[in-house]
C-alpha cells in the first residue's frame, strides 16, 4: 500500500464520517451507497475495516439520539 492510497482511503472514510453526521442514513450501508453514488474509488477497501466501520455506526447512532 503507498502513501497515495492511504491518503485516498482516508479522503473515503473522513467522507464516510461527514455522511455518518449528517443524520440522513439510517446505517453503514447506505453510506457506502452514498458513497458510490458520488463516485468515490475504492469505498470497499477504505472501509473493510471493523474499526472504521464501528466509527461509522458511532456516528450514526449518535444522530439517531
Known sequence: MTLADN???R???DRA???ADSGSFANVHAVEQALIGEGWPNVGAALSSDYARKAIQDRLSEQAH
Open 7 to 9: 491518503k485516498g482511503d
Open 17 to 19: 464520517y461527514q455522511l
Open 11 to 13: 479522503a473515503v472514510r
